[in-house]
C-alpha cells in the first residue's frame, strides 16, 4: 500500500479532525474521509470515532498507533536519505519541548537549524513532560525534552543541570536573608505545577517529607507565580522559566541547592531521519555552548 493513506492518518492524529487534516493536506474533508474508508476497509475494522466534527482513536487504532508511526518515519528515513546524497534538501522533523525550554532555548534551535536547512519543516509541540516521553515512544515526535524524574529508566541524553528555585512573596524574606533552606521550606505552604511539570519538584519535596497544597496545582507557569504574588503560599519552579525576574514576587536559590535535570530523547535510532540527526546535533551543539 502507499504510504499516502498513513500520511492522512499522521495529519488526522496531530490536527484532531477530519476538517483540519484536510486543510494541512490541501484536499477536501471528503477526500480525508474517503481514504480512511479505505483504510479502514483493508485493515479490517475502524481506527478512528467520528464525533461531532472531533475524532478519537479506537482501542484498535490505539493498538496500530506505534506501528503506524515506525512505518511513516522508516519511510521518511529513507525519502530523506535520497535527499541526503544530495545535499538535506527537503523533510521534516517534530521537536516536543516543555515551557521553559520552549521559551528559553528553541527560538536559538530553531533560528540555527534553518540558518542550516531552510527547507525542511521544523514541527515543535509545546506540552508536559509526560506528553512529550508518550509521543516520542509512539513515534509522533522525533526528539524531546524531558526530565531524568519524569522517566528514570528511560534512555536519554542528559544535557543540562537546571537549578530549582523558591519563589515567595514579596514580603517573605528568609533567616539567612540570601537563600531559603529545606526547614523553611517545610514550614511553607507549597503551590505545585500542574499539566505534568511537577515531577522534579514532587521528587524534592519527596525528598524532604512536603506535602503541596492539594487545593492549588496550576499548569500555568504565570498563574502560578499570580498565586504566589497574592500571597498563598511559595513555589518550587526552575531556574529557566525565569530569563526576567517576575515583578512582586522574590526568588532565592535553595540550599542545598536542588536541580532537575534535563534531557534529550529520540525515537529508537534506526528510525531517525536525516533531519532529526541534525536537529539532534544542533541541539546538542547549542547546549554545548553554555557557560555550565
Known amino acids: 500500500m502507499s ?26 474533508p471528503s477526500s480525508v474521509s474517503h481514504t480512511v474508508s479505505k483504510l479502514e476497509d483493508e485493515m479490517g475494522f475502524p481506527l478512528f470515532i467520528r464525533n461531532h ?29 535520497c535527499s541526503e546524497i544530495a545535499g538535506l534538501s527537503k523533510g521534516k522533523v517534530r521537536v516536543g519541548g516543555f515551557n521553559s525550554v520552549t521559551m528559553a532555548w528553541m527560538p536559538s534551535i530553531i533560528k540555527e537549524y534553518q540558518s542550516l536547512y531552510p527547507n525542511i519543516e521544523i514541527h515543535v509541540k509545546q506540552a508536559g513532560y509526560t506528553s512529550i516521553l508518550n509521543d516520542v515512544n509512539a513515534g509522533i515526535l522525533d526528539i524531546g525534552f524531558i526530565t531524568k524524574a519524569t522517566a528514570p529508566g528511560r534512555k536519554m541524553i542528559e544535557i543540562y543541570d537546571d537549578p530549582l528555585l523558591c519563589v515567595a512573596p514579596s514580603d517573605f524574606v528568609p533567616e539567612n536573608k540570601t537563600f531559603v533552606t529545606p526547614e523553611e521550606i517545610k514550614r511553607s505552604t507549597i503551590i505545585l505545577q500542574g499539566g505534568g511539570s511537577e ?86 551543539e547549542y547546549v554545548k555552548s553554555f557557560d555550565l
Open 199 to 284: 515531577a522534579d519538584t514532587l521528587e524534592f519535596m519527596g525528598s524532604l517529607g512536603i506535602t503541596a497544597s492539594p487545593h492549588l496545582q496550576i499548569s500555568d507557569d504565570s498563574a502560578l507565580v499570580a498565586m504566589v504574588e497574592a500571597g498563598l503560599g511559595m513555589a518550587i519552579m526552575p531556574s529557566l522559566l525565569f530569563g526576567t525576574k517576575p515583578e512582586n514576587v522574590n526568588i532565592y536559590p535553595i540550599h542545598p541547592q536542588p536541580c532537575r535535570t534535563i534531557g534529550l530523547i529520540t525515537v529508537q535510532e534506526q528510525f531517525l531521519s536525516p533531519a532529526a540527526s541534525e536537529m539532534k546535533r544542533v541541539i546538542l
Open 3 to 28: 504510504i499516502y493513506p498513513y500520511k492522512v492518518f499522521e495529519t488526522i492524529i496531530e490536527q484532531g479532525s477530519f476538517a483540519k487534516a484536510a486543510e494541512a493536506l490541501g484536499v477536501t
Open 53 to 81: 466534527g472531533k475524532v478519537t482513536l479506537t482501542d484498535s487504532g490505539k493498538q496500530l498507533l506505534p506501528s503506524i508511526f515506525d512505518y511513516i518515519n522508516t519511510e521518511t528515513k529513507l525519502d530523506q536519505a
